[in-house]
């Protein structure tokens, strides 16, 4: 008799192999002293989580972390979609730049273009007298944002060239501007294609939030620092896979939801 | 035929594609309420002749005119806005716009190109949609319509900016046998209202019985040009003779 397993089911073996593995490792070295150690972690989840060591109020930690995320994506968005459009641009005063500040911006290391912001973007700027301070927290959104926004251009033009051409030129047969065509016909259509590389672009933005410890704010990585200063050596370990996992458990689903997105998205011809 | 009275005016036009030489000086007027059909091999330039005049396509050389707009001389999408308005075009590939519903489709560009009230663009979608006996459809989307049902939607979309002339794109070489005859029947229906037509077609049968003037064109030249008795019974040009006999 012979076992014919099918490519979901090897794949569900193989997973449930691991996280059985996981769960007995976790086991055994709870049993050889390891508990006294995830004790110390359970202690000061709080402050990892929120900044603070009661959990309240929020001033930093993990927290922090998606709320740069979310800052840095929605800042990415409106700058990536411009750029997108602009090196789709017919004029090439708005094509060139943009081709050149895209590819600038995506073969630049991100952990540079933080430092750089760091050092770039001055203390304050004043304008009219209106004084518009830049703490750590929005050099960290702009430094992320901008090779978050080169990539999502990226996105955006793959998405934009997916549309038939039969639309623009039906769009243009009805008197329709190009600012008019992108806004009515074209990104409407276009947004539903981008939607899993715009999920998939989120969860590597998020990951890379924990380079944001280089302009000094209090995110998870700077308070696990400061805070690991007090503790054993041996502890360290556990700290740091209890990071880790905190940043699996936010990405991995979006991940997996901009997959299932992804396929139903495929051979729809919307 | 005096050139001055003549709706659309186009004189010795020239268009290249990169080095292939597609319009190599056509020359054609249509008058008020014609309907003509431009009928001949694929690659000949007919779809290309429809494009330059609403200006999708901007020639190299050569006059065009329609009504008061001389249509080489516009350059921006803006100033070719009222040209727009006057010229509706239908397309092979029916090319609605898949994310909004029949009726959306017909009432978007009168809103926001023509700044029509949406009310009454409404009123006029929905008569527009019973005209082509697709009154119960109003809320699908273009996925959920067959081709003939697709055509017929572009067809009122076309009516809804209230142009005084439409061209048609080979509107029927993508449908199946059976959608063809709602599609022509709608479009002989525009005619005989009156709306001054051109049509590229391959249906050689409809455009003797539709068409006031066919044209044949091979090879970026309009080759003959007469009333549809005359073209498919005693062709003169050789040519025309060849294409007639592949095709009838």
């Known amino acids: 008799m012979t076992f014919e397993l099918s490519y979901d089911s090897k794949k569900r073996l193989v997973i449930g ?108 700027v004043e304008i009219f007298g209106l004084r518009i301070p830049f703490p750590p927290f929005v050099k960290a959104v702009i430094g992320l944002a901008l090779p978050t926004a080169a990539n999502l251009s990226e996105v955006v033009r793959g998405a934009v060239q997916s549309i038939h051409s039969g639309q623009w030129e ?47 704010i209090q995110d998870v990585l700077t ?48 | 035929m005096k050139r001055s009275e003549a709706l659309i005016e186009i004189d010795n036009i020239h268009k290249s594609f990169g080095n292939f030489e597609v319009l190599k000086g056509i020359s054609l007027s249509v008058n008020e309420g014609e309907a003509v059909c431009i009928i001949g091999p694929s690659g000949s330039g007919k779809s290309t002749v429809l494009r330059c005049i609403n200006g999708l ?27 727009r308005h006057q010229v509706s075009m239908v397309f092979q590939q029916y090319n609605l716009f898949p ?55 572009a067809i009122a979309r076309a009516l809804a900016m209230q142009p005084e002339i439409i061209l048609f794109d080979e509107v029927t070489a993508a449908l199946d046998p059976e959608t063809v005859k709602e599609v022509l029947l709608t479009i002989r229906e525009l005619v005989d209202d009156g709306l001054t037509c051109i049509l590229v077609t391959h249906e050689m049968k409809f455009a003797r019985e539709v068409a006031d003037r066919v044209c044949f064109t091979d090879r970026g030249l309009i080759v003959e040009n007469a009333p549809p008795a005359e073209l498919f019974d005693t062709p003169q040009d050789p040519r025309t003779r060849e294409f007639l006999g592949q095709v009838l």
Not at chain 1, 43 to 49: A, E, G, H
Not at chain 1, 103 to 113: A, E, H, I, K, T
Not at chain 2, 68 to 73: C, D, L, P, T
């Open chain 1, 17 to 124: 192999g691991v996280l059985v593995a996981v769960a007995g490792w976790i086991m055994v070295d709870a049993m050889a002293g390891g508990a006294e150690h995830w004790g110390r972690v359970l202690v000061r989840l709080p402050l990892l989580l929120t900044g603070q060591g009661d959990g309240w109020p929020i001033t930093g930690g993990f927290a922090l972390n998606i709320l740069l995320s979310i800052a840095s994506m929605a800042m990415a968005t409106v700058l990536g979609t411009l750029l997108g459009i602009s090196t789709l641009a017919q004029s090439p005063y708005l094509r060139l730049p943009a081709f050149f500040i895209m590819n600038f911006l995506r073969n630049s290391p991100w952990l540079v273009l933080l430092f750089a912001m760091l050092f770039i973007l001055p203390f304050q």
């Open chain 1, 170 to 216: 039906a769009a243009r047969a009805l008197g329709y501007t190009t600012p008019q065509i992108y806004r009515h016909v074209i990104l409407p259509q276009a947004l539903r294609r981008m939607i899993p590389g715009w999920m998939n672009l989120y969860a590597l933005l998020t990951i890379a939030t924990a380079l944001a410890t280089v302009t000094g």
């Open chain 2, 57 to 83: 396509l901007p020639i190299d050389e050569g006059y065009i005119r329609v009504g008061k707009h001389r249509v080489h001389e516009l350059r921006s999408e803006k100033e070719m806005r009222p040209l």
């Open chain 2, 99 to 153: 994310h909004k519903t029949a009726l959306e489709n017909i009432m978007m560009a009168p809103i926001q190109v023509l700044g029509h009230e949406r009310a009454e663009v409404e009123d006029r979608a929905r008569k527009l949609l019973e005209k082509v006996r697709l009154g119960n459809k109003a809320d699908s989307y273009p996925g959920m319509l067959s081709g003939g049902q697709q055509q017929r939607v």
């Open chain 1, 223 to 270: 308070i696990l620092n400061t805070s690991l200063a007090m503790e054993s050596e041996r502890v360290l370990v556990y700290f740091y896979l209890t990071t880790l996992f905190l940043f699996f458990a936010y990405c991995y689903p979006i991940a997996i939801f901009a997959r299932r997105l992804e396929r139903a998205v495929k051979g729809d011809n919307i």
